[in-house]
């Protein structure tokens, strides 16, 4: 499985757009980015999940460039709830279900 | 969607001892996974358990310090056995596929 990088941390203000990048240089063909978030004390959930371009869903956006060695979540208008840790994951499906979790962003949200 | 419980949702145990995690999962389901999450670290996938088959354990993970039942499509068991401080984490059951995975509120585990 790609290995991916994110930043450890970051912190925004409510009503802010926050973007997360997370780098996987070695993307394979047949890879999917997805990301989860994890509140404290709770399993992590899906957010979203997308291959190339751009996805977007109820929750938040996923950006993907051409050569897929990045992608950016973007969380529109956080507000304190939005508080979490973001990871981001890259598989085949081909490969599994199993899932490698990197070492994740931790994103403050601040009043 | 699939709804995950796990019992216990924390214990406090002695060294040297066991602790058996129940996972269980309102639908059926082919695999099921058993994560740890040490504290204030990532998840770290320890093994993928199969109905009617032997689990399939990750790089640093054994069956003899984890031993895994997984007796029907709906419910599995995670022993941490003969532990040690270092076995205090959360331990966090999953089920459902690359898509989207659904995980249970975790066990968290503190060893004396």
């Known amino acids: 499985l790609a290995k991916t990088t994110q930043p450890i941390s970051m912190d925004s203000y409510e009503g802010q757009e926050v973007n997360i990048t997370c780098s996987h240089n070695?993307?394979?063909?047949?890879?999917?980015i997805t990301w989860y978030q994890q509140f404290p004390s709770q399993g992590p959930r899906f957010i979203i999940q997308?291959?190339?371009t751009k996805v977007t869903n109820e929750v938040a956006s996923l950006f993907i460039p051409a050569d897929r060695k990045s992608s950016t979540l973007s969380l529109p208008r956080v507000s304190l709830s939005d508080t979490a840790v973001y990871y981001c994951?890259?598989?085949?499906?081909?490969?599994?279900?199993?899932?490698?979790f990197g070492g994740g962003t931790r994103v403050l949200v601040k009043p | 969607s699939a709804v995950i419980s796990q019992k216990p949702s924390r214990d406090i145990c002695q060294r040297g001892t066991s602790l058996t995690i129940q996972c269980q999962v309102d639908?059926?389901?082919?695999?099921m996974f058993w994560y740890r999450q040490q504290p204030g670290q990532s998840l770290t996938l320890i093994a993928t358990?199969?109905?009617?088959?032997?689990?399939?354990?990750e790089s640093g993970f054994v069956i003899d310090k984890f031993p895994i039942s997984r007796p029907n499509l709906t419910f599995s068991t995670l022993t941490v056995s003969n532990m040690s401080p270092e076995d205090s984490s959360i331990y966090l059951c999953?089920?459902?596929?690359?898509?989207?995975?659904?995980f249970g509120p975790g066990t968290r585990l503190t060893v004396l």
């Open positions: 999953s089920v459902g596929g690359m898509d989207t995975q659904y």
């Open positions: 070695n993307i394979a063909t047949n890879d999917y």
């Open positions: 997308g291959y190339k």
């Open positions: 994951l890259v598989g085949s499906k081909a490969a599994g279900n199993k899932l490698t």
């Open positions: 639908s059926q389901v082919t695999m």
């Open positions: 358990a199969n109905q009617g088959s032997e689990a399939t354990y």
